[in-house]
Structures are given as C-alpha cells and as structure tokens.
T-cell receptor
Framework: DAGVIQSPRHEVTEMGQEVTLRCKPI?????LFWYRQTMMRGLELLIY????????DSGMPEDRFSAKMPNASFSTLKIQPSEPRDSAVYFC?????????????FGPGTRLTVT | KNQVEQSPQSLIILEGKNCTLQ??????????LRWYKQDTGRGPVSLTI?????NTKSNGRYTATLDADTKQSSLHITASQLSDSASYIC?????????FGKGNQVVVIP
C-alpha cells in the first residue's frame, strides 16, 4: 500500500490567494483527519471525517478554512483567502474506525508558506 | 491550559543509554492514550496505543506505561539508537476528542 498520499508536498503562495491541499487516504480506511503543525502550537486537529461525513470540525480556525470529502478516496482542505499565520505543515491521516484500536496513519504532510 | 503536558521538552542522550519521557493529562473521560514518533520532515508514526485497562505496552525497544488513576504515562526507550532521534508525541483520546502534547524532542548522539 502506498500509504496516505498528500499533494502538494510544498506550497508557497502570497497572502490573499486560495490554497487547496489534497489527500488520498489508505484504501479501506473509513476515517480521515486533517491536522496542522507549527513549532508554537504543536499538532492540532482541524477536522475529521468518518465515512465521508464531517464529525468534528471544532478545530477549524475560522471561516477561511473549509474541508470536503466527496468520496472515500479523496479529501481537500481549502484556505481562502490565505494569510501568513496559516504557514504550517498540514498533515492528513487516515484510520479504520477512528483509530481507536489501530492508531492513525499519517501522510508526509504539505508544508505551506504564505508570504 | 493544555490538557496534555509532556516533559522534558527536549533531551540529549548518548547512544546506548536509556531514557524516559513523561506525559501527564487531564482529559476526562478517558478512552485511550497513544504515543507517536515523528522523524524530522515526516508525519507521526504510531508506537503504542493503550486503553484504560492496560498498564504496559511494548513495541520493540519502546515501552509505554499508563497509570489511569494518576493520569500519567511514560515512554521508555531502551538502548537508544541514533534513529531514535525524533519528536515523541503523546495523544489522549476521550469523549470523541483528541488532545495532543507538544512532544518530547529527543536527540541521540554517538
């Protein structure tokens, strides 16, 4: 299995631009998570889906952030408009049954820099 | 206040030595506690998962302990290797929420 696939791996954009991050979870997993990681705040859960349905989006910072999961094999995290404080590494993770027993499998991350 | 506190924030150890990382939490109700290892530039990788009834769980040279009464966990690394240099993140699950520690940064030197 290729593991969780994220694209792009690096993104540099100017403030105000729209940014779309993509994730392909591991086949057969029914839970998908989006995280943000910074030096200051560590790892933060933004939102997670179970069976393609958003379950908890309380970690989404504000309306500029939105996430979708149109099918079991694809999810996007969109930031519009982007701001310099959004610069971070964004991880996607997937698991079976919310990872209660098996843990979550993380992708390699997308390093976002907003100038 | 963060619901998961890890200590020490960082440490340097000699190759071959043992070390212990601490995780204290206030999450309640408690479901499970996980330790992840994150190499630089990579996503976290699960090391252990423990539920309320489990006191100890091992994964190779990594041994995690859990005291649900005192809400404390530790991760012990035996005979450290250079490849153990990483950040170790404690994640506590409860009430369908996840709480994250900021990690213990471990550097193993030859």
């Amino acid at each position: 299995d290729a593991g969780v696939i994220q694209s792009p791996r690096h993104e540099v954009t100017e403030m105000g631009q729209e940014v779309t991050l993509r994730c392909k979870p591991i086949s057969g997993h029914n839970s998908l998570f989006w995280y943000r990681q910074t030096m200051m705040r560590g790892l933060e859960l933004l939102i997670y889906f179970n069976n393609n349905v958003p379950i908890d989006d309380s970690g989404m910072p504000e309306d500029r952030f939105s996430a979708k999961m149109p099918n079991a094999s694809f999810s996007t995290l969109k930031i519009q408009p982007s701001e310099p404080r959004d610069s971070a590494v964004y991880f996607c993770a997937s698991s079976y049954d919310q990872g209660a027993l098996t843990g979550q499998y993380f992708g390699p991350g997308t390093r976002l820099t907003v100038t | 206040k963060n619901q998961v506190e890890q200590s020490p924030q960082s440490l340097i150890i000699l190759e071959g030595k043992n070390c212990t990382l601490q995780c204290n939490y206030t999450v309640s109700p408690f479901s499970n506690l996980r330790w992840y290892k994150q190499d630089t530039g990579r996503g976290p990788v699960s090391l252990t998962i423990m539920t309320f009834s489990e006191n100890t769980k091992s994964n190779g040279r990594y041994t995690a302990t859990l005291d649900a009464d005192t809400k404390q966990s530790s991760l012990h690394i035996t005979a450290s290797q250079l490849s153990d240099s990483a950040s170790y993140i404690c994640v506590v699950s409860g009430n369908n929420r996840l709480a994250f520690g900021k990690g213990n940064q471990v550097v193993v030197i030859p």
